[in-house]
């Protein structure tokens, strides 16, 4: 009598990049939703000293911007295609460069919410802290996400079909625009990383210069960039 076949169970690792590859879930959207909510309620319950939010506030906008930097170093280097849990992304990324317009000509909402998973995170993270300084991160973290992903489309829209305000902030170099974002766009892709507002692309690209940008350690730098704000939030809250 022949053995009863088994079907492995898929591991962590597998499960995390099969949700990574999928880019979204009802689940991370609900959640964001109700994270934003009870943040909300934190601040305006218990409000924090506004100069720390104010600065709270200024550096999530400006570390997205290297946040997103230093992951789009990650997604754009051909070694992060044999990662499990990259390799969604990474593809995704990497076949932007052979078509860049699609950015635009998908449904705006499919554009925004893969921003959805990381944003349920920080507000799993928060929510066991009852300080608002936390709480006001992770609000600002959504303000910030979301923009750095309109940014992103924005430089690729024909100028012509940009909003008005948005050339605006373009020029002002306050939003990438796409005369910025182009030069990334030049093969062999391998500078001007970030999508936001591109003023951390000189730093960038003066460290992907020196240690390239196809080392695995990137990961690591991603992670320690992307908990900052809270790890700052967390000193002011408790340690300072």
Not at 126 to 153: C, E, I, K, P, Y
């Amino acid at each position: 009598m022949g053995k009863a076949s088994t079907v492995a169970e898929p591991s962590l690792l597998a499960r995390l990049g099969s949700v990574m590859r999928l880019g979204y879930s009802k689940t991370s959207t609900v959640l964001m939703l109700v994270g934003i909510c009870w943040s909300t309620y934190v601040v305006v319950t218990s409000p924090p000293p506004w100069a720390q939010a104010l600065f709270l506030f200024v550096l999530c906008v400006v570390l997205t911007d290297l946040i997103s930097g230093v992951l789009h170093v990650i997604l754009d280097n051909p070694r992060s295609l044999d990662v499990g849990f990259l390799r969604g992304l990474a593809e995704g990324f990497q076949r932007h460069h052979k078509n860049p317009a699609k950015i635009y000509e998908m449904p705006l909402y499919e554009h925004l919410y893969v921003m959805h998973l990381p944003l349920m995170i920080v507000f799993i993270l928060v929510a066991f802290f009852a300080d608002a300084r936390m709480h006001v991160v992770a609000l600002s973290m959504v303000f910030a996400l979301h923009l750095m992903q309109m940014a992103h489309l924005w430089a690729h829209v024909p100028p012509e079909k940009v909003p008005a305000p948005v050339r605006l902030l373009q020029r002002g170099r306050l939003l990438l625009s796409k005369a910025q974002h182009d030069v990334h766009h030049t093969p062999p892709y391998d500078r001007d990383f970030c999508i936001m507002t591109g003023m951390c692309n000189r730093p960038l690209n003066a460290v992907v210069r020196v240690v390239g940008g196809t080392t695995h350690w990137w990961n690591a730098a991603f992670l320690a960039v992307a908990a900052s704000p809270l790890a700052v939030a967390f000193w002011l809250a408790y340690l300072r």
